[in-house]
Nanobody, 125 residues
Framework: QVQLVESGGDLVQIGGSLTLSCQIS????????IGWFRQAPGKEREGVAC????????READSAKGRFTISRDHAKKTVFLYMKDVKPDDTAAYYC??????????????????WGQGTHVTVSS
């Protein structure tokens, strides 16, 4: 059974930085993609960044380019989302998700099969 557990959400000041973690278990192969998504109150869930576990290739949404970095640690079986220069618009619940059946670097929520419970990021002034 696939399990994804996010952590690292916190209250952070404008311009600060934060690293989110997604601990992965229950995936038996290396051919899968992990995506980070976020959902602000009253808004749809949107893709932020994704990484192909096997190759390390990444893709970032325009809103994340230059500020967010996605990475992985094979030994810890964890994917990270490093966020810097955070803005109030970054306030949201952040989720990681896994795409296993036909993996590709997608930022569409419907392409992902498994989801974590989320971790909250609040950016304050």
């Amino acid at each position: 059974q696939v399990q994804l557990v996010e952590s690292g959400g916190d209250l952070v000041q404008i311009g600060g930085s934060l690293t989110l973690s997604c601990q992965i278990s229950g995936i038996g192969s290396d051919d899968f993609v992990i995506g980070w998504f976020r959902q602000a109150p009253g808004k749809e869930r949107e893709g932020v960044a994704c990484i192909w576990w096997d190759t390390g290739k990444t893709r970032e949404a325009d809103s994340a380019k230059g500020r967010f970095t996605i990475s992985r640690d094979h030994a810890k079986k964890t994917v990270f989302l490093y966020m810097k220069d955070v803005k109030p618009d970054d306030t949201a619940a952040y989720y990681c998700a896994a795409m296993r059946l036909t993996p590709w670097l997608s930022l569409r929520t419907n392409d992902y099969e498994d989801w974590g419970q989320g971790t909250h990021v609040t950016v304050s002034s």
